[in-house]
T-cell receptor, first 108, second 115 residues
């Protein structure tokens, strides 16, 4: 039962471009929205997270935009680099629901 | 390196068998989480333990069980294994002191293959 829907499933971006990954959730009780980055053969690692009382959070090239009324949040990777190539998971905490993941490939 | 260790790295077994996966959390972390990652199901939360007690339960099958020991390491037991149980199993840990808004640190995973 997927309560966090993530799109797209895969994404190819040119170096220097903007990568955008979207997530939608159903349960309004969710109160913490982290994004994880996973490289092949490794466990997921926290990238950036947001609480629903703010609409945007930026850390370096990574930005989360949060739309509480639409129950959607997205990850923007500015100036995407080949080293950003990984699988990205959004999550909605309270009961640790993860999105299905987006495989990002940044072409040089 | 997240500080979370998992053993074994790889496990190959047959249907019907039972296996035990082990996780050592980061030093000082009280909470341990178990996740299953398969190609068609994404990352599925199985169960959480906090300081030895079960705290939250996700999509864990009845054939699976877990426990957290006094030294805070945790074991995930998988029994009557089926082909569909083949997956990556991750353990994560967090400090466990402030509720849900905590960073979880993931281990490198155990890759289970059921033949």
């Amino acid at each position: 039962q997927q309560q966090v829907k993530q799109s797209p499933q895969s994404l190819i971006v040119q170096k220097g471009g903007i990568s955008i990954i979207n997530c939608a959730y159903e349960n309004t009780a969710f109160d913490y929205f982290p994004w994880y980055q996973q490289f092949p053969g490794k466990g997921p690692a926290l990238l950036i997270a947001i609480r629903p009382d703010v609409s945007e959070k930026k850390e370096g090239r990574f930005t989360i935009s949060f739309n509480k009324s639409a129950k959607q949040f997205s990850l923007h990777i500015m100036d995407s680099q080949p080293g950003d190539s990984a699988t990205y998971f959004c999550a909605a905490r309270e009961d640790m629901r993860f999105g299905a993941g987006t495989r990002l490939t940044v072409k040089p | 390196d997240s500080g979370v260790t998992q053993t074994p790295k790889h496990l190959i077994t047959a249907t019907g068998q039972r296996v035990t996966l082990r996780c050592s959390p980061r030093s000082g972390d009280l909470s341990v989480y178990w996740y299953q990652q398969s190609l068609d199901q994404g990352l599925q939360f199985l169960i959480q333990y906090y300081n030895g007690e079960e705290r939250a339960k996700g999509n864990i099958l009845e054939r699976f069980s877990a426990q957290q020991f006094p030294d805070l390491h945790s074991e995930l037991n998988l029994s009557s294994l089926e082909l569909g149980d083949s997956a990556l199993y991750f353990c994560a840990s967090s400090a466990g002191t402030s509720g849900v808004q905590e960073t979880q640190y993931f281990g490198p995973g155990t890759r289970l293959l059921v033949l």
